[in-house]
């Protein structure tokens, strides 16, 4: 892939019960599922909106204590390269630098504050289109990365060096410091923020939907519920912090399209 270094490629739910999350996904956001060729060696399946992939379901290998939960992948120059430079920084490598035939080459970290994040290069020379931002997004894409941290500014030192991370502008956010936004190259993929109440702290991934409020019924529907929102935020948009049925955290952004009643 050719992504700028440090752009987030591709997005992973780990989950108990992979079907339930292929059906409660495939309500909220409309995605459709297929299983790529030779699985991966386990159960995987790739979420598409409009033929585009946009995301992995993987349930959760035997043994592993994860609760269900999503991760990010950042795409890297060089996998092997960004973990040192990880490690130096003092992240946990959990899966070195491992090869996956015909589609890239990753590490699983957790960056010195405990969050958990891929490093890839994936093995073709097309952008992932799993992350859109600055343009109208067709809904089902991720549209925001925000990490949730103890420590805001030893995570920028830390994501500076090893993703070239960098902030630009922000918004207060009074007793809890500020929400300030990360940029790789020219484009804004997110922000950072300290822990907030009653929240989790990580790595948290929004998907775009064409109406927030339609969105948030689907999500109950589905079983799912929401844990904050809809907001308004800049732009005229909505976002609202949900959870699925196994409890794993997710959040949705998109217009209102009708009046609340």
Do not use: K
């Not at 064409?210 to 109950?220: M, P």
């Not at 935020?233 to 955290?249: C, T």
Request: hydrophobic share 40%.
């Amino acid at each position: 892939m050719v992504n700028p270094h440090g752009t987030p490629i591709w997005y992973e739910l780990v989950t108990d019960d992979a079907d339930a999350a292929e059906r409660f996904y495939g309500d909220v956001l409309g995605w459709r599922f297929r299983r790529p060729p030779g699985g991966l060696g386990r159960d995987y399946r790739v979420a598409e909106t409009n033929g585009t992939g946009v995301a992995g379901v993987m349930a959760r290998p035997e043994g592993m204590a994860m609760p269900p939960r999503w991760l990010v992948y950042f795409g890297v120059d060089d996998v092997d390269r960004a973990a040192a430079d990880a490690a130096e920084a003092g992240a946990s490598i959990h899966v070195p630098p491992t090869d996956i035939p015909g589609i890239g080459r990753f590490a699983f970290v957790a960056d010195p504050q405990g969050q958990m994040l891929y490093l890839m290069r994936g093995a073709g020379e097309a952008d992932s289109q799993a992350f859109r931002c600055g343009e109208a997004v067709p809904g089902g894409h991720a549209v925001w990365n925000e990490l949730s941290t103890p420590d805001p500014d030893a995570a920028l030192a830390f994501y500076g060096r090893v993703l070239r991370m960098r902030t630009e502008g922000g918004m207060p956010m009074g007793n809890l410091g500020e929400y300030r936004f990360l940029h790789v190259g020219p484009a804004c993929i997110g922000a950072v923020m300290g822990e907030m109440p009653n929240g989790r702290p990580g790595w948290h991934v929004y998907f775009a939907v064409d109406d927030i409020d339609a969105a948030a019924t689907r999500l109950e529907a589905a079983g799912g519920h929401a844990v904050q929102g809809p907001d308004p935020i800049p732009g005229g948009a909505f976002s609202l912090v949900a959870e699925d049925a196994r409890g794993a955290r997710f959040g949705l952004v998109g217009p209102r399209t009708a009046l609340a009643v």
